[in-house]
């Protein structure tokens, strides 16, 4: 019985695996090459996938997030606050967020 579970858990011990062909279709983002399709070229940065949205909320306020492309971060509107993303991983630490409020009243200032 114990070689019957070595004998399972060895292949899996030995290293990093290919996921199947049907959890690379779920778990990758358009345009992320699979673990098995990787060759020794440079690693292509990961961009993040907005489709993730609908899923993710703000840890504070627990409401929708809006994404924004040419910052590469999830603002809260409401809270006036931008969570970055990082290698396509938003970093939902609230203490990593930036605010923007002040920024926007700073050009509201500036147009007056």
Known sequence: MLVTACSRLTPALRGPRAPSAVAGRYLL???????????????????????????????????????????????????GIAYPIIDGIPNMIPQAARTIRQNKKQEEAEQH
């Open 29 to 79: 983002a358009p345009g992320v090459r699979s673990f098995a399709d990787r060759s020794d070229k440079a690693e292509e940065p990961r961009t993040f996938h907005p489709a993730l949205l609908q899923f993710l909320v703000c840890p504070l306020s627990k409401k929708p997030l809006r994404y924004e492309a040419s910052t590469n971060e999830l603002i809260n509107e409401e809270l």
